[in-house]
């Protein structure tokens, strides 16, 4: 089944603890890219990539870190997380560019 | 200003009306455009691309006015299945990224 998978789905941690948010796609799509939602504002880009060794900010890239060394996987690194980082984050792929994306499932992130 | 605006609603209809949501870019530039669906707590699934001569799909039709710079879709018939957070995505020529309205909700009630 084509997917975009993410992990974990829930978190909770506290200020300065470094953490990972994994996220994996079997399409072989060439793009992928970080979402965050916060109520009232939409999903805002954080970072994306556009093929393997190939990244770029988006528009709130500040406190995030992402690395591409795979085509499959393009995971989003917090190296010291705050409360305002708290929010609902999704990874999407689509095959080139940023059309028509597929999404995970999303990852709660409380950042206490 | 945000780049792409959207009513937020909510908009309550029942059972077989029809509603219609507009979206507006300011970035004459665009190039693509899409309709997402976001169900309560999911992620965002791809509900139709809009092209320039507008398109169908079933119960809902996308249009896009270049010159006014807005998008609609229109859902007929409305199902409760319907119910959910639709949002308003546009691309411009020279960003490699998506611009997502913050979405307008959605409740059609028996």
């Known amino acids: 089944e084509a997917q975009v998978t993410q992990n974990p789905r829930y978190l909770i941690t506290v200020t300065g603890k470094k953490l990972t948010v994994t996220c994996s796609q079997n399409?072989?799509?060439?793009?992928m890219s970080w979402y965050r939602q916060d109520p009232g504002l939409g999903l805002r880009q954080i970072y994306y990539?556009?093929?393997?060794?190939?990244?770029d900010k988006g528009d709130v890239p500040e406190g995030y870190k992402v690395s591409r060394k795979e085509k499959r996987n393009f995971p989003l690194i917090l190296e010291s997380p705050s409360p305002n980082q708290t929010s609902l984050y999704f990874c999407a792929s689509s095959l080139r560019g940023p059309t028509e994306a597929f999404f995970g499932q999303g990852t709660r992130l409380t950042v206490v | 200003r945000k780049e792409v605006e959207q009513d937020p609603g909510p908009f309550n209809v029942p059972e077989g009306a029809t509603v219609a949501f507009n979206c507006t870019y300011s970035n004459s530039a665009s190039q693509s455009f899409f309709w997402y669906r976001q169900d309560c707590r999911k992620e965002p699934k791809l509900l139709m691309s809009?092209?320039?001569s507008g398109n169908e799909d079933g119960r809902f039709t996308a249009q896009l006015n270049r010159a006014s710079q807005y998008i609609s879709l229109l859902i007929r018939d409305s199902k409760l299945s319907d119910s959910a957070t639709y949002l308003c995505?546009?691309?411009?020529?020279?960003?490699?990224?998506?611009?997502f309205g913050a979405g307008t909700r959605l409740t059609v009630k028996p």
């Open positions: 399409m072989n799509h060439e793009y």
């Open positions: 990539s556009m093929n393997v060794e190939v990244t």
């Open positions: 995505v546009v691309k411009s020529y020279n960003n490699n990224d998506m611009r």
């Open positions: 809009v092209y320039s």
